[in-house]
């Protein structure tokens, strides 16, 4: 079958039908319109045409089909649809006014708050592991991070804290990074170099808006008292812990530290308030330079004195728990530290050793080997010492600046406190500091015993103030110890001509109140003994009580503390011996078995040490002198001990208790009797 070819057609334009004289021949129509078209060539706008023009150029769309054969037998070629841009492009305009249509709707419509934690769980873990994997890479990572914990949702605002904080704590180097001056944005320096630039600068920024976010968190609202605002502070203080512990050397340490000391000014002792002191005092034992502690104590200091001293005695023990009190090795004040001498004492002979034959080369390599070592321990080791001296010099004046404060002021409740780190701070206490407390103490012992006195008027009268009295019993012990604790710290040898060591007044009403100590009921129990209510008591109280004013450590070891501090010395008088062994002796027959047995041991070892001056007291042969003991003489040494005997010692050879007896017995074996 043969496809015929079709006929060649010409196309044929018309006449102007507006010109009625026309002419019928094509030539003059041809003539006629050529002359038309150049009198109208004068108003054509060609770049206007050229710039409406399509700029897209005609693809032609390349047929990929097969061919088939028909049920004709046939063989035809299928075409491909002509799609124009209009119809390909019509989907998107579809789908975008079903968009527009469904905005509204979907505005209405509100996800789940389960699936929007889910989301926000997804989303953190990988944005979590993009900042693990390359740090630099995503440093873009750390904002969104930001946003995400931005939510108003109090769970999704709990787990971005928790995952910058995971984030944070692997990223931060180990080195305080500065901010980029004007010079050294205009070096010239190299890509790695800019690049490391600009992720600290990131992550820095970010950082620091993590941190304003965590104290904004801290400090809450006023008057929200919910249960998930409460956990969102839970949260914001254990990441602010957890970051002071892992990073305290890098940027915006203090704000951290005004987080932690901010929750410690309130008076609500709950969980946040132990992790705050817990995280300090971790924060004292691991500071290596000095540099945090200085920090902490400072703000510390000044948070007690814009609260009036009415803060909890632990804030204060926290201060014994700093590296200073192991490595400080000058004595200080409030104002000053006393730095030794350099110059060493070059006329000491120093051991000799037998040299080691080496050869020229080895030598050699050992003298530059030596340089090395040098330079090393100059840059790094010599400084960081001189840095830490410094530090802990400014520290040790603060921590003295707010214990005088404290005793000036005299505090009741934080007393204790600051006696009990004074006597731990006794061997770091320079010679002016000392007089000054020996002063503050001597006074505040000239008031117990006026307290004293008001006790033995009033012994009859079981009131209140007589538990206050009791109280004061504790103090006056403690204020003991803590003079003879900072004696124990000077060197008396050195300062004996300027020192004033008259702590007479301090034996003398220790003397004084051991009768009032042997009969005081809470000898042996401390805060947190159960007791029953007393029936005759005029108020119902309660079978707890409350924590003493002035440390844990009960009635018993205190006295304890003092007396050892009193009669062990070898340069103790004997009439102060034979005062105190007298009265010990009379004092124990009213003790519990625990203490009576304590204070059996402390006068063995009184025995062991001055046998012969008190020996006088078991044998009346040896006596010298004639008169009468009184007991109650408030003079010590006027109270004539050795015109007295022991009887009291056969007594308590009749205790129940087997070890007093043994004791008793391993005493006079020791003096002879």
Same mark, same amino acid.
């Given at each position: 079958?043969?496809?015929?070819?079709?006929?060649k057609r010409?196309?044929l334009s018309?006449?102007?039908?507006s010109?009625?004289?026309?002419?019928?021949?094509t030539?003059?129509?041809?003539?006629?319109?050529?002359?038309?078209?150049?009198?109208r060539?004068a108003?054509?706008?060609?770049?206007?045409?050229y710039?409406?023009?399509?700029? %897209?150029?005609k693809?032609?769309?390349e047929n990929?089909?097969?061919p088939i054969k028909?049920?004709?037998?046939l063989i035809e070629?299928?075409?491909?649809?002509?799609v124009?841009?209009?119809?390909?492009?019509?989907?998107?305009?579809?789908v975008?006014?079903?968009?527009e249509?469904?905005?509204p709707?979907?505005?209405?419509?509100k996800?789940?708050?389960?699936?929007?934690?889910l989301?926000?769980?997804?989303e953190?873990?990988?944005l979590?592991?993009?900042?693990?994997?390359?740090?630099?890479?995503?440093?873009?990572a750390?904002?969104t991070?930001?946003?995400?914990?931005?939510?108003?949702?109090?769970t999704?605002k709990?787990?971005g804290?928790a995952t910058?904080?995971?984030?944070y704590?692997?990223v931060i180097?180990g080195?305080r990074i500065?901010?980029?001056t004007?010079?050294?944005q205009?070096?010239?320096?190299?890509?790695?170099?800019?690049?490391l630039?600009?992720?600290?600068?990131?992550?820095?920024?970010?950082?620091?808006s993590?941190i %304003?976010?965590?104290a904004?968190?801290?400090?809450?609202?006023?008057?929200?008292?919910s249960?998930?605002?409460s956990?969102?502070?839970q949260v914001t203080i254990?990441c602010?812990?957890?970051?002071?512990?892992?990073?305290?050397?890098?940027?915006f340490?203090?704000?951290?530290l005004?987080?932690?000391?901010?929750?410690?000014?309130?008076?609500?002792?709950d969980?946040?308030?132990?992790?705050?002191?817990e995280t300090l005092?971790?924060?004292?034992?691991?500071?290596?330079?000095?540099?945090?502690?200085?920090?902490?104590?400072?703000?510390?200091?000044r948070?007690?004195?814009?609260r009036?001293?009415?803060i909890?005695?632990s804030?204060?023990?926290?201060?014994?728990?700093l590296?200073?009190?192991?490595?400080?090795?000058f004595?200080?004040?409030q104002n000053?530290?006393d730095k030794?001498?350099?110059n060493d004492?070059?006329?000491?002979?120093k051991?000799k050793?037998? %040299? &080691?034959?080496?050869?020229?080369?080895?030598?050699?390599?050992?003298?530059?080997?030596?340089?090395?070592?040098k330079?090393?321990?100059?840059?790094?080791?010599t400084?960081s010492h001189e840095?830490?001296?410094r530090?802990q010099a &400014?520290?040790?004046?603060?921590v003295?600046?707010?214990?005088?404060r404290i005793?000036?002021?005299?505090?009741?409740?934080?007393?204790?406190?600051?006696?009990?780190?004074l006597?731990?701070?006794?061997?770091?206490i320079?010679?002016?500091?000392?007089?000054d407390l020996?002063?503050?103490?001597?006074?505040l012992?000239l008031n117990?015993n006026?307290?004293?006195?008001a006790?033995?008027? &009033?012994r &009859?009268?079981e009131d209140?103030?007589s538990?206050?009295?009791?109280?004061s019993i504790?103090e006056?012990?403690?204020?003991?110890?803590?003079a003879?604790a900072?004696l124990?710290?000077?060197?008396?040898a050195?300062?004996?001509p300027?020192?004033?060591l008259?702590?007479t007044d301090?034996?003398?009403?220790?003397?004084k109140?051991l009768?009032?100590?042997c009969l005081?009921?809470?000898?042996?129990?401390?805060h %947190?003994?159960?007791r029953l209510?007393d029936?005759?008591a005029?108020s119902s109280a309660?079978?707890?009580?409350?924590?003493?004013r002035?440390?844990?450590?009960?009635?018993?070891?205190?006295?304890l503390?003092?007396?050892?501090?009193i009669l062990t010395?070898?340069?103790?008088?004997?009439v102060?011996?034979?005062?105190f062994t007298?009265?010990?002796f009379t004092?124990?027959?009213q003790?519990?078995e625990?203490s009576?047995?304590?204070?059996?041991?402390?006068?063995?070892?009184?025995?062991?040490?001055?046998?012969r001056k008190?020996?006088?007291l078991?044998n009346?042969?040896?006596?010298?002198?004639?008169?009468?003991?009184?007991?109650?003489?408030?003079d010590?040494?006027?109270s004539?001990?050795?015109?007295?005997?022991?009887?009291?010692g056969?007594?308590?050879?009749?205790?129940?208790?087997p070890a007093?007896?043994?004791?008793?017995?391993?005493?006079?074996r020791?003096?002879?009797?």
């Open positions: 079958m043969t496809v015929e070819p079709a006929v010409r196309k018309p006449p102007d039908s010109d009625p004289d026309s002419s019928a021949s030539l003059v129509g041809q003539s006629n319109t050529q002359a038309g078209s150049f009198n060539a108003g054509w706008n060609l770049e206007q045409d710039e409406q023009r399509s700029r %897209k150029p693809r032609d769309t990929t089909r097969l028909t049920a004709d037998g070629q299928l075409k491909v649809p002509e124009t841009h209009e119809d390909g492009d019509s989907w998107l305009s579809s975008e006014e079903s968009v249509d469904s905005g709707v979907q505005e209405q419509t996800v789940p708050i389960r699936q929007q934690i989301e926000a769980k997804e953190l873990a990988r979590a592991s993009l900042v693990n994997e390359d740090p630099e890479e995503h440093a873009g750390f904002r991070l930001g946003q995400i914990a931005a939510s108003s949702d109090p999704i709990k787990l804290l910058q904080l995971a984030v704590k692997d180097p080195y500065r901010p980029i004007e010079i050294d205009t070096e010239k320096v190299s890509k790695d170099v800019r690049r630039r600009a992720f600290e600068q990131s992550l820095v920024s970010s950082y620091q993590y %304003k976010d965590l904004t968190c801290a400090r809450g609202r006023q008057g929200e008292s249960k998930a605002a956990t969102l502070k254990a602010a812990c957890a970051l002071l512990i892992a990073v305290p050397h890098f940027n340490r203090g704000e951290l005004k987080i932690l000391v901010g929750k410690l000014s309130t008076n609500n002792m969980a946040d308030f132990i992790k705050c002191r005092e971790t924060l004292f034992r691991k500071d290596e330079d000095g540099t945090s502690s200085l920090d902490a104590v400072g703000l510390i200091t948070m007690i004195k814009a009036n001293y009415q909890d005695e804030i204060l023990n926290t201060f014994l728990h590296r200073l009190l192991s490595e400080f090795s004595k200080a004040s000053q530290v030794a001498s350099t004492d070059d006329g000491a002979r051991p050793f037998k %040299k &080691e034959f080496r050869t020229k080369k080895q030598r050699k390599i050992m003298k530059e080997r030596k340089v090395v070592e330079e090393f321990k100059e840059a790094d080791a400084v840095q830490r001296d530090m &400014e520290t040790l004046k603060l003295f600046v707010t214990y005088l005793l000036k002021a005299r505090v009741p409740h934080l007393m204790g406190a600051v006696l009990e780190g006597a731990k701070y006794a061997h770091i320079n010679q002016d500091l000392f007089g020996l002063e503050i103490l001597k006074d012992i117990a006026a307290l004293l006195k006790d033995e008027e &009033e &009859e009268e209140e103030s538990k206050s009295i009791r109280g504790r006056s012990l403690l204020y003991i110890t803590t003879f900072l124990e710290g000077q060197d008396i050195r300062f004996a300027s020192l004033n008259d702590l301090f034996v003398t009403h220790l003397y109140s009768h009032s100590f005081y009921p809470d000898l042996e129990l401390s %947190k003994s159960l209510p029936p005759h005029r309660s079978p707890t009580t409350t924590a003493p002035v440390n844990l450590q009960t009635t018993t070891v205190l006295m503390r003092a007396l050892t501090s010395p070898r340069s103790v008088p004997p102060r011996l034979g005062a007298k009265q010990l004092t124990s027959l003790l519990p625990k009576t047995l304590a204070m059996v041991s402390l006068l063995n070892n009184v025995a062991k040490i001055h046998g008190i020996s006088a078991w009346t042969e040896e006596r010298k002198g004639d008169g009468v003991f009184d007991a109650m003489r408030g010590l040494e006027g004539n001990p050795f015109a007295s005997t022991i009887w009291d056969e007594l308590l050879k009749l205790h129940y208790a007093v007896r043994e004791g008793i017995k391993g005493i006079e020791i003096i002879g009797v």
